[in-house]
C-alpha cells in the first residue's frame, strides 16, 4: 500500500485518520506513506503549483522503486484539494495503474454544484475520479451527488472515520466536579462556529456560574477569539488548552460533562465527534456534512438546525439542566461509538476496500 496525505506530524482529521490506519492494519499489509503539500500553513499561489508537481515527481519515483499492490489518495471534495490530486491520478492513469482508492474525507456542496453544470469539469471529473477501483465518503447523500456525475454506483461506498480507542487506555474520569466542563476541540476556523460558541457561553456563563468552557486546538482564528473572550468579559471562564494529543486529549474528554461542537464547516465525519462520544459526551452539533449520518437528534445530543449563539445556548443549558439525561446519552455515546468507530473495527472495513481494489481492478 502507499497512502497519500499531510506529513503525518502536522495536526488534522485526514493525518488522524492515516496515522491511525496505518497503525492498525494486519502485519500481512505493508503500507507506506507519501507526504504531500506543505507542513505549514500559509504560502503563495506559487507554492501551489510547485508543491503538487515536486509531490507528482516523488510518487512517480515510489511507483518505479517499489511494486505497490494499491494506491490510496485522501482529498476533501473542494477545486483546490481535487486539482492537486487530480494531478496524481493523471499520473497514475499515464502509468497505467489502476488499482486506487480514493477517499473523500471533506464536502463542499457548492464545488460539487459547480462540476456538475460545467459540461467540461465533470467530463474532467469522470475521467480521473471516476476510474477509481473504490471511492469511499462519508454520507449517503456524499455518494449519490458522486453517482450524480456518473461515477458507477458499485465502486462508491459509504464509509466512516476512526477514533484511536488506545488513546484512552487506563485512563478514567475524574469522578464528581462541581464545574460543569464544556468541551469544544477543532481547527480554530469561523466555520467550525467558534464565535458564535462564545457569544453563546455569555449566557450559559450567567446562568451557570460553575460553567466552564475549554477550547482545544489552534489555528488562523486563535488571536480573533482570544480577542472575543476578552471583549465578552469571559476572562477565568474560557481556557485555551492548545493541540493536544494522545492520553492528555482524552484525559481532558474524559473529565467533561459536554462536548460542543456548533460546526457549518465543509465536514466529512469529524474525528473529534467520535472522540468525543467514545469519552461518553452529551455532543451540541450541526447537521454538516456527513454528520446526520452518524448523529441522531436526542439519541446522541441535540443536533441544532442552524448556527446561533440562541440556539447553541439553548441546546447547551438544556442538557446541563437534566443530570439524568447528560448520563444516559453519555453511556449511549460510549457504547455506540466504540462499537462503531473505534480504529480496529473500521481498518478491517478499509482492508476490504484495499483488497478489492488490489485483486479486482
Not at 460545467?118 to 469522470?126: A, C, D, G
Not at 484512552?168 to 467550525?192: P, Y
Not at 474524559?254 to 462536548?259: G, Q
Request: overall charge neutral; some cysteine; proline content about 4%.
Amino acid at each position: 500500500m502507499l497512502i497519500l496525505s499531510k506529513d503525518l506530524s502536522a495536526p488534522g482529521g485526514v493525518v488522524h485518520f492515516v496515522s491511525f490506519l496505518m497503525e492498525h492494519l494486519p502485519a500481512n499489509i505493508e503500507a507506506e506513506h507519501l507526504p504531500i503539500g506543505r507542513r505549514t500553513e500559509g504560502g503563495t499561489a506559487i507554492d501551489n503549483v510547485v508543491f503538487p508537481l515536486v509531490n507528482s515527481v516523488s510518487l512517480v519515483r515510489k511507483l518505479a522503486k517499489n511494486r505497490f499492490d494499491c494506491v490510496h489518495l485522501n482529498p476533501s471534495f473542494n477545486i483546490s484539494s481535487l486539482l492537486r490530486d487530480g494531478l496524481f491520478l493523471l499520473v497514475l492513469r499515464i502509468l497505467r495503474f489502476r488499482n486506487v482508492v480514493v477517499y473523500f474525507h471533506g464536502w463542499s456542496d457548492d464545488d460539487a454544484r459547480r462540476i456538475q453544470r460545467s459540461p467540461i469539469l465533470l467530463f474532467v471529473f469522470k475521467a480521473l475520479f471516476g476510474r477509481a477501483c473504490k471511492t469511499l465518503v462519508l454520507a449517503a447523500r456524499f455518494k449519490k451527488s458522486l453517482v450524480d456525475m456518473g461515477v458507477p454506483s458499485g465502486r462508491v461506498q459509504v464509509t466512516s472515520t476512526m477514533f484511536d480507542g488506545r488513546t484512552f487506555r487506563g485512563l478514567s474520569a475524574k469522578g464528581h466536579n462541581s464545574t460543569k466542563e464544556l468541551i469544544f476541540m477543532s481547527r480554530f476556523v469561523r466555520e467550525k462556529g467558534v464565535y458564535e460558541l462564545l457569544d453563546g457561553f455569555v449566557g450559559v456563563a450567567r446562568k451557570y456560574p460553575e460553567a466552564h468552557l475549554t477550547l482545544l486546538g489552534d489555528g488562523p482564528e486563535r488571536a480573533g477569539m482570544e480577542q472575543r473572550v476578552a471583549e465578552l468579559e469571559l476572562e477565568g471562564r474560557v481556557s485555551f488548552a492548545g493541540y493536544l494529543r494522545g492520553s492528555e486529549k482524552a484525559q481532558l474528554l474524559l473529565d467533561a460533562d459536554l462536548f460542543v461542537f456548533p460546526t457549518y464547516y465543509g465536514e466529512g465525519c469529524p474525528v473529534v465527534l467520535l472522540e468525543a462520544m467514545a469519552a461518553g459526551l452529551p455532543v451540541v452539533t450541526h447537521a454538516a456534512g456527513g454528520i446526520p449520518d452518524l448523529f441522531t437528534d436526542g439519541e446522541h445530543g441535540i443536533l441544532l438546525d442552524s448556527v446561533t449563539p440562541e440556539l447553541i445556548q439553548q441546546a447547551v443549558e438544556k442538557l446541563l439542566a437534566d443530570e439524568r439525561l447528560q448520563s444516559e446519552i453519555g453511556e449511549r455515546n460510549r457504547k455506540y461509538a466504540w462499537e462503531r468507530f473505534e480504529a480496529g473495527t473500521v481498518t478491517r472495513e478499509m482492508e476490504q476496500a484495499y483488497r478489492h481494489a488490489a485483486e479486482r481492478c
